[in-house]
């Protein structure tokens, strides 16, 4: 953010899912341009109406202050969508600050007065709300007012209020005289009606009864009565902003906010119509050459390939047909590389596969191998300045030397001894770019060695060292010094991870004198045969697996609420603030972080894991751990959280032979359950349990999801198919040299005939798959009726 008004602040920002909070940044202390930094990842589990971003002004003593907002709506998302973006700052208007949704049915009858004239009358039938925004933290109290509104009328009733509630069930009728009978007007009946039709609207306000306090508003709708005519119809509708909102505040002096979104969103279809183009795909690694194949072709019309990588990496790897893709393709980038040093340097295809390969399998790796190490540097930083011209005023150059040594010795041995940890996925794939480097270069020993070294140590550990945060190995993206000492530890160790770096040739190769003095104390046999050792074991296809039981693999942590289960007959059955922390083995909660779990469940033991309804006790994004004795009701901080949570447990829950089939979605309380009123706790539930979660334990990939995502990849691409597709039968007629460079020259086309048929292939499946879209799509939109908001995309934002 820049130019924030006021004087020096400690600002902060949140990313908000209309009224929702979802995530939020660190604190950055004293500044009118604070730098943020930070970069978040999720998928979106609810429809919504607009993307959010609030600036607050940090306080210690009284309530967080919001200076301004950027709220995008949700069909303006893709406008913006990878680039970097300056927004404006907006004032926070009460009036704008809107979300959920409205259940109405609407009516309109012909009555017949006492005197014979015939009179319409208008039936509100207000039945429920749905995810209605959080109040000061708690549900709301809310109400509705429904209004008949005209030139010179506006007719108002009221419904009960609903105590603490975000879904409240209102379910009340009213009743509006539209046209009025004759004898009230000089005009004639017909003239009346038609001017009443045409310039009467409902309008349904919902509001947060404040009892002491004024009352909040919290969103409304309008519906013309004239699409009524003669019809009854009832829909959901998604609550609007109030059109009078505060026009007076100006928008020019809050400052401004710079974002960089990546907003996706797929209409997945059903599993067996993406069998085709998935079968292309997955045989990509068969083809010969691998340039004529549908996952390469997917990369060459692409303008930026990283948005083929993401949806191609873990579609293969959900497949289990990555490594075989990654070789050929590194065996054809290899055929351009002329010289060992410069060995997968580039952005190929091939290494942008591997460093995302290594992102989706890696995390648990990093985070036993670097975590406790890089806390230590950003809890208890040590200063680590070796630049004459960046030092401060009483730095000692030497001290902070021995400080970065002491740090990079440490990180740089956590990783040498860290093989055994290596995923084995990574291990193949390592063990296929070593021996195809050396096949490429046989008459150089060490590029073996610099093959892996060029992914292990400067695509991954020393990134995942720079940026600890995207990594997940830190909250919050680290002040200005602890960056500069991890930016300056992070350069040793791609220089200790470089095999054959250390010689004096190379010692001058440093651009910057000074780190050229600190490597003159690494000039060690040790260090080379330890790096080289390390890469021997994460490049070996043999088992790493230590004998006697592995380590349990962690797979989420975070703190929740947690109600209390009643274990103890004194004990209040209230909520408490947990840390809960989720492994292979098991699932546990804790006091704080790093204590000792006060409860642990087996994930052999849990039996279901599902959502609870609001209504148990009246709180938003709850869900339950079933496990043979009393339900775990946990409830977490956002619907993002919530869902998150519920996924990882299913995924790693699965596989349990005792899985239940029922089971009940409220809460049992006060002697019944909510859900099915019976009144034995024992009593099998009333509700199907979810369908089972079919995805790798570790890693969290919906194949059809990421098959839908390339299908739009080519759909939006169809053009650069259709250039290529003329480029290869231009090929196969002319055999002849070409003089001068055409608009397929940035082609990669080594057999124009294999090329050109498995684009065939793809063009033939992309046209039927659009015609699924097209059918299913307008069997949606015939059955949706005015008003209605339901939504078949799943979204994601990053």
């Not at 797929?266 to 998935?278: A, I, K, Q």
């Not at 010689?503 to 490597?519: A, D, G, P, Q, R």
Request: glycine residues 4%.
């Amino acid at each position: 953010a820049r130019n924030l008004p006021n004087k020096m602040r400690d600002f902060f920002c949140t990313i908000n899912l209309d009224q929702e909070e979802v995530f939020r940044t660190q604190v950055v202390e004293k500044s009118l341009s604070p730098y943020f930094g930070e970069e978040f990842y999720f998928e979106i589990p609810r429809t919504f109406q607009s993307l959010s971003f609030y600036i607050y002004d940090k306080s210690v003593l009284q309530k967080d202050l919001r200076i301004g907002k950027v709220s995008i709506k949700k069909e303006d998302l893709c406008n913006y969508t990878g680039k970097e973006n300056w927004f404006m700052l907006q004032p926070v208007d009460s009036n704008s600050e809107v979300q959920g949704k409205v259940h109405l049915e609407l009516k309109l009858n012909e009555l017949i007065t006492d005197n014979g004239s015939v009179c319409q009358q208008l039936v509100v039938h207000i039945k429920e709300c749905h995810g209605l925004p959080l109040i000061n933290g708690q549900n709301c109290d809310p109400y509705a007012t429904v209004s008949l509104v005209g030139p010179s009328r506006n007719d108002q009733k009221k419904t009960k209020v609903k105590k603490k509630t975000s879904n409240p069930q209102f379910n009340e009728t009213f009743y509006f005289e539209v046209t009025r009978s004759s004898s009230y007007t000089k005009k004639s009946q017909f003239q009346v009606e038609e001017e009443d039709i045409e310039k009467l609207e409902v309008r349904v306000d919902l509001w947060n009864n404040g009892n002491l306090v004024q009352d909040i508003f919290l969103g409304e709708i309008k519906v013309p009565v004239k699409v009524l005519r003669n019809d009854s119809f009832q829909a959901w509708y998604l609550l609007q902003p109030r059109e009078n909102g505060n026009k007076s505040s100006k928008t020019d002096d809050l400052g401004s906010l710079r974002l960089n979104i990546c907003y996706t969103e797929d209409c997945v279809l059903p599993s067996e119509y993406y069998t085709p183009l998935r079968n292309l795909l997955l045989k990509s690694s068969d083809v010969q050459p691998i340039s004529a194949s549908a996952a390469y072709i997917l990369s060459e019309v692409c303008r930026d390939k990283y948005d083929a990588v993401l949806p191609l990496v873990r579609l293969l790897l959900h497949h289990h047909k990555l490594v075989p893709f990654v070789a050929a393709v590194a065996e054809l980038d290899l055929k351009d590389t002329q010289e060992a040093n410069t060995i997968f340097r580039g952005n190929s295809l091939a290494t942008r596969c591997v460093d995302e390969m290594m992102k989706i399998v890696g995390k648990h790796y990093l985070k036993v191998t670097l975590k406790p190490v890089i806390d230590e540097i950003c809890e208890s930083p040590k200063p680590c300045e070796i630049d004459p011209i960046k030092l401060k005023e009483g730095d000692n150059v030497e001290i902070n030397m021995e400080n970065l040594r002491y740090y990079v010795d440490k990180v740089f041995r956590e990783i040498v001894r860290s093989s055994i940890s290596c995923p084995t996925l990574m291990c193949d794939v390592f063990y296929s770019l070593r021996h195809l480097a050396a096949k490429r270069f046989p008459n150089d020993p060490h590029v073996q060695y610099s093959a892996v070294s060029s992914f292990v140590f400067l695509r991954f550990f020393a990134v995942a060292v720079v940026s600890p945060h995207t990594f997940h190995l830190r909250p919050h993206h680290p002040d200005a010094q602890t960056s500069r000492t991890l930016t300056l530890i992070s350069k040793a160790i791609q220089t200790l991870g470089s095999w054959g770096s250390l010689s004096k040739s190379k010692l001058s190769s440093f651009k910057e004198t000074f780190m050229c003095e600190f490597f003159k104390t690494f000039q060690e046999e040790k260090f080379t045969e330890s790096v080289k050792k390390f890469l021997d074991d994460v490049s070996s296809t043999e088992s790493k697996e230590p004998s006697g039981v592995s380590e349990p693999v962690h797979l989420k942590e975070g703190e929740m609420y947690k109600r209390a289960q009643g274990r103890t007959r004194i004990g209040k059955k209230n909520f408490k603030k947990r840390w809960f922390c989720l492994t292979s083995r098991e699932f546990t909660y804790h006091k704080q972080q790093d204590k000792e779990p006060i409860f642990t469940i087996p994930i052999k033991n849990i039996l279901a894991v599902e959502k609870l309804d609001e209504s148990s006790f009246n709180k938003k994004n709850m869900f339950q751990v079933l496990h043979g004795e009393k339900p775990l009701y946990i409830q977490a901080n956002n619907c993002v959280e919530a869902s998150e949570w519920i996924e990882a447990l299913c995924r790693v829950t699965r596989c349990n032979q005792k899985r239940l089939s029922f089971y009940h979605p409220s809460a049992f309380l006060n002697g019944s359950w909510l859900c099915c009123k019976a009144t034995a706790e024992s009593t099998e539930g009333c509700a199907r349990c979810t369908a089972d979660v079919l995805a790798d334990t570790q890693i969290e990939i919906d194949g059809d999801r990421e098959t839908e995502r390339i299908y739009s990849l080519f759909t939006i691409n169809r053009s650069k198919l259709q250039k290529l597709e003329e480029a290869c039968g231009s090929i196969a007629v002319y055999q002849g040299p070409r003089k001068e460079p055409d608009d397929y020259s940035n082609f990669t086309i080594e057999d124009s005939v294999a090329t050109f048929h498995t684009l065939q292939q793809i063009i033939d499946i992309l046209e039927k798959l659009s015609e699924s879209h097209e059918k299913y799509q307008k069997k949606r939109s015939s059955s949706a009726k005015y008003g209605s908001e339901e939504n078949p995309i799943v979204g994601k934002v990053s």
